[in-house]
Each structure stands twice: as structure tokens, then as C-alpha cells.
């Protein structure tokens, strides 16, 4: 693994092998599942395990080909390896997909039958919730396997990890304000937050309590007017929300909205949100926002509050406070990546990357030792 071998998020498995893939970017094995009687089509990627049994959400999702499919778990999984090397977790990256219609396919039998799958690795893979995936779709998977987590709290679950996820971004946005600003006071900073789903409306609140002027938009209307009802934020267009004169910017949507198109648009001179892969192209992209003097809080370093909650689950009894305070470190770890980035004039995308690498060769090296 190295950060040389970059990998475009929009790059299509397309003319590309497999195994050509999965070793340029690392993987150690990818699991096909297949079931006639339930209708399952799903695919597991195990990418490392050098830190630990590798943990990551499985996705239920309609993929137009299964190439895109593919693409998706091989960049999932490889980027929780990533998250949770750099927010000191023992733990691995891995990350699963389910191929098809969410509203045909979801029942009991299915998500045992997937609970079988994940079991039949003993461990190496941990399962978890990611998008059209529900803590109660974790109860019946957990009836097959014991490796999964993300389980509800009356059943000693960590439950929902959105608040969570909001709190860690909240404290990377701080640490990047403090190097930007000189001060990591949000009091009277001017912040728009693309997309107020479940970690975006607790990021909004946080904000709103220190002071911030917030500015939000979202593709759902309803959610919408709720938020900015219930904090005072101001709502803007979804389009407009690349041009407008703020301090910071919250990607809190979808992936890649870091691009060509789009950072010549932006006045922040910060960028710090919970979607998962912002830059479109992690090297290209990385490198344009220096240009542009933007400061840049990896994504997978700032959203870590999910994982590191669910690190909480698998350790025993959950405690809330001290996941939240576990996720507190995000301050830390965010400014040592700065610190790095500055040292060695790399994008701090790369910096994070470097940490991260370092971390997994340093304690692998230590686990083969007597
Ligand atoms: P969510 O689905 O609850 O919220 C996403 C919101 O974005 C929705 O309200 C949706 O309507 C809106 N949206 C979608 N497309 C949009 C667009 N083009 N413009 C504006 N708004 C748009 O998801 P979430 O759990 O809040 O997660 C948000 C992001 O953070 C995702 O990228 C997710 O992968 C990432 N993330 C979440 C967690 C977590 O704990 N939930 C952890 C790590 C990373």
C-alpha cells in the first residue's frame, strides 16, 4: 500500500482485471455471494487486516453494472482501512455491497442469508450499517453471525453513530479553523453545510450553538425548512451553495463534490464535512485546493466519530462518553496532519495517507515481533 497508487474515485473497473485492481490498490480478498432462494448478489472486500479484523458498513444499493459495484467495495473498503489506521483504531478496512432493488429484495431470509455469508469469514470481516441499511437490518444479520456491530442500544448496540460522526466533524472543523484562523472559535464564522440528513442536522446544531452562521441546502425540501426551523439556518439553492461568500464549507451529502467544476467556485478557506470522499480525484484534487488556498480536513479523518463509536461496541460494554471522547481526538490527530502537510508541502489528503500507512507498517512490524 502506498500513496503513490492513488486511485481516481471515478475510475471504472472497466479494462482492468480483477486481481489487476485489487492489487494496485491493495486488497486481500474479495468474496462473492451469491443465492438463488433470496435473491442475493453481494460482494465483501477485505482490503487490510494488518491492524485488525477489518470493519466497515455493507451498502444496499441498485448499481446500474456490477463493474460499478465492484468499483464501489474495492474504494470503500481500502478507505476504511485508511480511517481507521489514522484514528489509532485496531482495526482493519473492509466494506460490503448488496447488488439490487432495496424495496424488492430486503426480508428476513435475505439479510440471514447475507448474516451467513459475513460469518463464514470467522471474523475477519465485521459488518455494520451503511446507506439503505437499518440498525433492525443488523438484528437479523446478528442472528447468523456474531461479527457484526451497529446493533440497536437496548440490545447493547452503539446504536445510530450520526451524532457522533457530526461531533468528530465538529472538532476537525475547529482544528482547521485554528490553523486557518489562527483562533478555533466558529463564533460569527460564515458556514454552509451541503445536505442536512442525519449527521449534517447534528453538525448544524453544533454549529449553531457556538454562534456560527450557517447556510444549508438539501435536495429534500421537507428536512429542509425542518432544519432551518428548528436552528435559524439559512436555506440556500443547491447549486448556489458552491458560490457563496463563507469561511467554511461543509460537504455533508455525497461523495466527489470536490472537483473541476466546482472548487474555482469556492470562497471558503476551509473545507471540512462528513461525506465520504470529497475529492473526486484524491491527487489532482488535493493539489488544486492548495492552489486555490483552501484548507482542506480529510474527510476520512474528521468523519471517523462513526467507526470510533462502533470501536466502543466491539470493546466490550458501550459507553457513550467515552466514544465521544475518544472522538474528541479528531481535534488532535486533524492538526497533526496540518502539522505534516506543512512540514513536507504535500496536499493534506496525502499527509493523512502518510500517517495512516506509517501507523499499519509500524504496529504490523511490532505484532511480528517476539
Ligand atoms: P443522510 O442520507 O442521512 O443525509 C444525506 C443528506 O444529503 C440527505 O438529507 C439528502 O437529501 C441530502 N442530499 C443528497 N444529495 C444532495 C445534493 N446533491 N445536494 C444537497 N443535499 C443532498 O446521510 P448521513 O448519514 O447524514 O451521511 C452524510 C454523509 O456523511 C454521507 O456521505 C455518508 O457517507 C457520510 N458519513 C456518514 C456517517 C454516519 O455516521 N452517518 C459516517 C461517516 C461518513
Request: contains cysteine; charged residues 20%; glycine residues 12%.
Amino acid at each position: 500500500m502506498n500513496v503513490m497508487d492513488e486511485v481516481d474515485v471515478t475510475e471504472k473497473a472497466g479494462g482492468i482485471s480483477i486481481f489487476e485492481q485489487t492489487s494496485k490498490m491493495g486488497h486481500e480478498q474479495i468474496v462473492f455471494c451469491q443465492d438463488n432462494a433470496t435473491g442475493l448478489k453481494a460482494i465483501i472486500g477485505v482490503h487490510n487486516t494488518v491492524l485488525g479484523p477489518a470493519l466497515g458498513g455493507t451498502r444496499f444499493w441498485n448499481y446500474a453494472t456490477e463493474e460499478e459495484a465492484i468499483v464501489d467495495v474495492l474504494r470503500l473498503s481500502r478507505g476504511m482501512t485508511y480511517k481507521a489506521a489514522v484514528s489509532g483504531l485496531n482495526l482493519g478496512g473492509g466494506k460490503a455491497v448488496i447488488i439490487g432493488d432495496v424495496t424488492k429484495l430486503k426480508n428476513e431470509a435475505f439479510l440471514r442469508r447475507f448474516g451467513k455469508f459475513v460469518n463464514s469469514l470467522g471474523g475477519r470481516y465485521i459488518t455494520a450499517e451503511d446507506m439503505n441499511m437499518k440498525t433492525s437490518d443488523m438484528e437479523y444479520i446478528g442472528m447468523e453471525t456474531k461479527h457484526v456491530t451497529g446493533l440497536p442500544v437496548e440490545m447493547g448496540g452503539s446504536g445510530d453513530p450520526s451524532p457522533v460522526t457530526a461531533y468528530g466533524v465538529y472538532m476537525g472543523m475547529k482544528a482547521a479553523a485554528k490553523k486557518a484562523y489562527g483562533s478555533d472559535s466558529l463564533n460569527g464564522k460564515k458556514v454552509s453545510v451541503q445536505g442536512v440528513g442525519q449527521v449534517g442536522m447534528y453538525l448544524v446544531n453544533h454549529l449553531v450553538k457556538e454562534g456560527a452562521i450557517v447556510s444549508i441546502t438539501d435536495i429534500n425540501q421537507e428536512r429542509l425548512a425542518k432544519v432551518s426551523s428548528d436552528t435559524g439556518a439559512t436555506v440556500v439553492g443547491m447549486d448556489e451553495i458552491y458560490d457563496l461568500d463563507v469561511d467554511i464549507y461543509a460537504p455533508c451529502a455525497m461523495g466527489a463534490t470536490l472537483n473541476d467544476n466546482t472548487i474555482g467556485r469556492l470562497k471558503a478557506s476551509v473545507i471540512a464535512g462528513a461525506a465520504n470522499n470529497q475529492l473526486e480525484h484524491e491527487g489532482r484534487h488535493g493539489q488544486m485546493l492548495i492552489d486555490a488556498g483552501i484548507l482542506y480536513a480529510p474527510d476520512f479523518v474528521i468523519n471517523a466519530g462513526g467507526i470510533i463509536n462502533i470501536s466502543g461496541e466491539l470493546a466490550g460494554a458501550y459507553n457513550k462518553q467515552q466514544a465521544y471522547s475518544w472522538t474528541e481526538k479528531i481535534y488532535d490527530t486533524t492538526h497533526n496532519i496540518f502539522a505534516l502537510a506543512t512540514e513536507k508541502n504535500i496536499p493534506t489528503q496525502d499527509a493523512a495517507m502518510k500517517l495512516a500507512e506509517k501507523r499499519i507498517e509500524d504496529i504490523g512490524r511490532v505484532k511480528l515481533s517476539m
